[in-house]
T-cell receptor, first 117, second 115 residues
Framework: AQKVTQAQTEISVVEKEDVTLDCVYE???????LFWYKQPPSGELVFLIR??????QNEISGRYSWNFQKSTSSFNFTITASQVVDSAVYFC??????????????FGTGTLLAVQP | ETGVTQTPRHLVMGMTNKKSLKCEQH?????MYWYKQSAKKPLELMFV???????ENNSVPSRFSPECPNSSHLFLHLHTLQPEDSALYLC??????????????FGPGTRLLVL
């Protein structure tokens, strides 16, 4: 089965706190891609990061960091020193590359992050 | 204009109306997608177009009719919709479809309410 699980439905933090959003995926494919998107109240999904299955290096971009661990099938996202503007729904997504033209981007159900001032 | 644009941003329609959603991408991509996002549900892929050809129809009811006249434009024609079709409809584009997991870039969506 191809699946993405974001067990945290809602998280509320106070500004400047660090917060980690969990993502666990399932796939039988050896080649796949993982993504994180941010959806602010305006509705648009904003691309944050793409990672392929052969690259397990963690990545840091400003206050954002991602921890990819194949051993636990997880791709967690941490926001350091959160800000009110980080309030949004965050989606983790999996693109299993089984071959062919019908591969699909599989989304989790999202985590609503509320950062209180 | 940059990125992916969608019009209208909001739409209210009756069940007997006919309307169309428009999507335009300014990224030089060759693949375009329609997604449906309902409350408390994962995003649902509806249609995929690659080089103007439809490559995916995810068992979408015929009251939704897509059209892709060129790689930059995508339409979703709506007719005789049901209240349960009320949702956020998102358009996306990527360099290719079914390739090496190219990143999909999304538009702001059209919030549709069917009365």
């Amino acid at each position: 089965a191809q699946k993405v699980t974001q067990a945290q439905t809602e998280i509320s933090v106070v500004e400047k706190e660090d917060v980690t959003l969990d993502c666990v995926y399932e796939t039988r494919d050896t080649t796949y891609y993982l993504f994180w998107y941010k959806q602010p109240p305006s509705g648009e999904l904003v691309f944050l990061i793409r990672r392929n299955s052969f690259d397990e290096q963690n990545e840091i971009s400003g206050r954002y960091s991602w921890n990819f661990q194949k051993s636990t099938s997880s791709f967690n996202f941490t926001i350091t020193a959160s800000q009110v503007v980080d309030s949004a729904v965050y989606f983790c997504a999996l693109y299993p590359r089984s071959g062919g033209a019908t591969n699909k981007l599989i989304f989790g159900t999202g985590t609503l992050l509320a950062v209180q001032p | 204009e940059t990125g992916v644009t969608q019009t209208p941003r909001h739409l209210v329609m009756g069940m007997t109306n006919k309307k169309s959603l428009k999507c335009e991408q300014h990224l030089g991509h060759n693949a375009m997608y329609w997604y449906k996002q309902s409350a408390k549900k994962p995003l649902e892929l509806m249609f995929v177009y690659n080089f103007k050809e439809q490559t995916e129809n995810n068992s979408v009811p015929s009251r939704f009719s897509p059209e892709c006249p060129n790689s930059s434009h995508l339409f979703l024609h709506l007719h005789t919709l049901q209240p349960e079709d009320s949702a956020l409809y998102l358009c996306a584009s990527s360099p290719l479809a079914g390739g090496s997991g190219e990143t999909q870039y999304f538009g702001p969506g059209t919030r549709l309410l069917v009365l």
